[in-house]
């Protein structure tokens, strides 16, 4: 007599977490300080900060400004708040940056104080590969002097519950990529650069600085090159090889994820109105992919 498999209900689809979910805009201010960009120029080896106090800041450098920190009881398991304003109510998340946008009227200056109104722009649910995805995106505003100075994007994907991506075994520390774009920068993120960026970025994710962590709960080789980090090399390549053009607008996509202790390029190709860049390591060529439009 064969044995009845047991029941196993089905989990409620995403959309059943988010379709009363609405938070509404939040306002933040910044005095835009001098200190967090000389700290990323240094993580950064440059030779000396990219902006002081009344220089315009570069593109995305404002990551640096504005930061979260909740209190350390309202950390989960992964090191990611369990609970905030624009944090969907979806069981077990599990978090990852997809990349996003930016239209750049003016570039925000540093040192004059700034505001932030940030808002919910749009809710999606997909069918990936693995089973359903939350595309969650947050708009933010930035402000300088009444005016609005540029208005960003960050799309941002959930799923419910571990997710098993396909990633390598084992990592070749000693493989360079190939590459042969006019504008390009190599470097080897080790674990001392990942923990002073997370700290700069209020950035408490575990995949970051936690090797066991990685190893047992998230089936990644090492700890995990963060994906903003991975946006800032490759729009350092248009202002260090075009630097009297000013970038307009851009675009980012965060592919697949680079390991520390890998050895990885920031690739560019320049045309008349603008660039196209990405990372590439020795296992692929479009870890993540971006373009750049001058004004």
């Not at 595309?135 to 960050?154: A, K, S």
Request: hydrophobic content about 35%.
């Amino acid at each position: 007599m064969s044995a009845v498999p047991a029941f196993r209900p089905e989990a409620p689809p995403l959309s059943s977490y988010v379709e009363s979910w609405a938070p509404g805009p939040v306002t933040d201010k910044d005095p835009l300080h001098a200190g967090p960009v000389a700290a990323l120029s240094a993580l950064l080896n440059l030779p000396d900060p990219v902006a002081t106090a009344g220089d315009m800041l570069p593109p995305l450098w404002h990551w640096l400004h504005f930061p979260r920190w909740p209190a350390h009881r309202e950390l989960g398991a992964d090191g990611h708040p369990l609970h905030g304003h624009f944090l969907p109510p979806v069981p077990q998340r599990q978090r990852m940056f997809a990349g996003g946008r930016c239209e750049i009227t003016e570039p925000l200056r540093l040192g004059e104080p700034a505001e932030r109104t940030s808002s919910l722009a749009s809710v999606t649910v997909k069918q990936g590969r693995s089973g359903e995805l939350l595309f969650v995106t947050e708009r933010r505003e930035f402000r300088q002097d009444g005016r609005l100075r540029l208005v960003e994007e960050q799309d941002i994907v959930y799923r419910s519950g571990r997710g098993a991506g396909q990633h390598p075994r084992a990592l070749d520390e000693s493989a360079y990529p190939e590459f042969d774009d006019p504008w390009h920068r190599s470097l080897r993120p080790d674990p001392a650069l990942l923990f002073r960026f997370s700290a700069l970025t209020a950035n408490a994710h575990r995949i970051h600085y936690d090797l066991p962590y990685c190893w047992n709960e998230e089936g990644y080789p090492g700890l995990v090159v963060h994906g903003p980090l991975l946006a800032l090399l490759m729009f350092e390549l248009p202002r260090r090889h075009a630097p009297d053009r000013r970038v307009r607008g851009l675009s980012y996509r965060l592919r697949t994820p680079v390991f520390a202790g890998e050895r990885l390029a920031a690739c560019g190709t320049p045309s008349d109105g603008g660039a196209e860049l990405r990372v590439a390591t020795h296992r692929e060529a479009r870890h993540a992919t971006a373009e750049v439009t001058f004004a």
